[in-house]
């Protein structure tokens, strides 16, 4: 998802390891649930409890190789390592903002693919921005991975890998999924790995700590909804049905009143949250008329709204707001019983904006320049 943009700045990437890959015969263990680990040790003849015994290893102490599961016997160990490996594989690349805001590069699947993953620390609460597609297939006219095109949706294991493999892991108080690609269209993988960051024998975190972000698909959002617990924020960006058509050609398979309809029937009012995201465009989506329809559409919905700046990219007719528009947008809101927050914007100096350091990558020495930041999504809420 977008919520990033870019800074005209030429940066130069910073490799921090050398490309690792795992053997591609060998099956990743990182992404499997206790179940499915009990199924692996069984059918290599070791006893069920040295699956429990592998799920603490990699989901609770995080180790990367089967030789640090100390506890396996050595014989077992190395029979494990014949056919699987952890499955985990570090940053190819790495950019630091002057505000601390790092943004990398994952390997993802098995051919050359990347990934972004961005780290936001905020004082005593650190986030991490996660993809689960390299691409995108929604096309927003904003959005820099829209026009990467659809590449392949990421496994559970290349999702959970940008957690496991993030150097600042044990700082982590708060996981959103809005990186590359949409969560809805490769639901299975998210909420599997959603379910293995909450599971107790997983990483056992709480619901209220992972936030996942969607465009509103089909059916999709629905079995999300129905399936998991964790916080949800959709990308408003117009109230407006034709307008929001032309920003996001995935409000003609689900128009964002039936997004909301359906939103409706779920319960914000306790521990879930329910966000919505909202990119201000200047002279677009940012007069008293959308703030109008935006409480139409709105209410009674127990939400919030992030109104986010935008910086231009290239080949977007596109430019942000004015801050007096953002602040004059956020006050009628607010006015008017809707929460609403400007996000402050982070890691202008980097290309934080999502798909923008995997374009620059593949542009290779070309020149690259653009406007670009990141939203702060740390959520002083809880
Ligand atoms: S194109 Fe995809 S990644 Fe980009 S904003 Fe739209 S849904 Fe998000």
């Known amino acids: 998802m977008i919520n990033c943009k870019l800074q005209e700045k030429s940066v130069t990437l910073q490799p921090i390891f050398p490309l690792f890959m ?52 050595k014989k077992n160990r190395e029979l494990l390592a014949e056919r699987y490996t952890v499955g985990r594989r570090d940053a190819i690349m790495v950019q630091t903002s002057v505000d601390g805001t790092r943004k990398y590069l994952f390997p993802a699947g098995t051919a050359n693919a990347t990934v972004e993953t961005v780290f936001i620390p905020d004082g005593d609460r650190a986030t991490l921005c996660v993809s689960c597609q390299v691409g995108c297939k929604m096309n927003c006219l904003f959005c820099q991975t829209g026009k990467q095109g659809f590449e392949g949706h990421l496994s559970a294991t290349d999702i959970l890998n940008q957690i496991y493999s993030l150097p600042e892991r044990d700082l982590l108080t708060n996981i959103v999924f809005m990186g590359q690609g949409e969560p809805m269209d490769n639901l299975d993988n998210v909420l599997r790995a959603t379910s293995l960051l909450t599971a107790d024998y997983g990483w056992a ?43 996001m050609p995935a409000e003609k398979a689900m128009s964002i009143e039936d997004v909301v309809a359906l939103l409706r029937q779920y ?116």
Not at 56 to 70: L, P, Q, R
Not at 205 to 219: E, F, L, M
Not at 306 to 334: C, S, W
Request: net charge negative.
């Open 22 to 73: 795992d053997s591609k015969e060998k099956l990743p263990l990182l992404g499997l649930t206790a179940d499915e680990l009990k199924e692996v040790v069984g059918s290599l003849g070791m006893p069920a409890f040295t699956g429990k015994q592998i799920a603490g290893w990699i989901y609770e102490k995080g180790v990367a190789s089967i030789d640090e599961m100390t506890n396996i016997s």
């Open 267 to 382: 319960d914000f009012s306790h521990q879930r949250r329910l966000s919505f995201e909202y990119i201000v465009f200047g002279g677009v989506n940012d007069t008293l008329d959308h703030a109008k329809a935006i409480v139409r559409l709105l209410a009674g919905l127990e939400c919030r709204i992030n109104l986010i700046r935008f910086h231009q990219i290239p080949d977007v007719p596109l430019h942000g707001a004015e801050d007096r528009k953002m602040e004059q947008l956020r006050d009628y809101l607010t006015a008017h019983g809707v929460f609403t927050t400007i996000r402050a914007s982070r890691g202008q100096d980097i290309y934080a904006a999502c798909g923008l350091l995997n374009t620059k990558r593949k542009q290779d020495n070309s020149e690259y320049s653009a406007h670009s930041d990141y939203s702060d999504y740390s959520d002083h809420s809880e």
């Open 205 to 247: 975190w709480s619901p209220k700590r992972i936030t996942v972000s969607s465009v509103g698909v089909k059916n999709k959002l629905k079995r999300f909804l129905d399936e998991s617990q964790c916080h949800v924020a959709i990308s408003l960006h117009s109230p407006i049905h034709e307008q929001r058509m032309e920003l």
